[in-house]
């Protein structure tokens, strides 16, 4: 009978300790995330930068006649950026822009096929 007892208390008492000494809740957190739709900032269509590329590319090429590779590649772009600026704003300085860089970049593209048909180097005029 003492061991019966003793096997009762045992097993209430593990019943007792076997819970959690802490309070358990069971909340749930939400967390509410709010978002902002933001946009790419749009640039006016009335913008000169295409034309001050251009204008820019032909005076940098301008500038590289000592090396007529450069200068080619340099007159190029400022042929690309001329065309673009052609519909936009200050639309003489995309012309301007557009014809320097189409005489540059024939001048320095023959210089450059000169050049590279007497086998010398491209990258260095007048050294």
Known sequence: MKKLILLFITLTT????????????????????????VELPTYKSETSLW???????????FGLVQNPLAATIIALLG?????????????????????????IFLVSAFITFVLLLFREDPTKLGD
């Open 79 to 103: 042929i690309v950026f001329g065309a673009i600026g052609f519909n936009k704003k200050l639309k003489g300085l995309a012309i301007t822009g557009f014809v320097l860089s189409l005489i």
């Open 14 to 37: 593990f019943m007792n300790v076997s819970y959690a000494s802490f309070p358990v809740t069971e909340t749930q957190q939400i967390e509410i995330v709010e978002t902002t739709n």
């Open 51 to 61: 034309a001050i590329l251009s204008i820019s590319c032909a005076l940098l090429s």
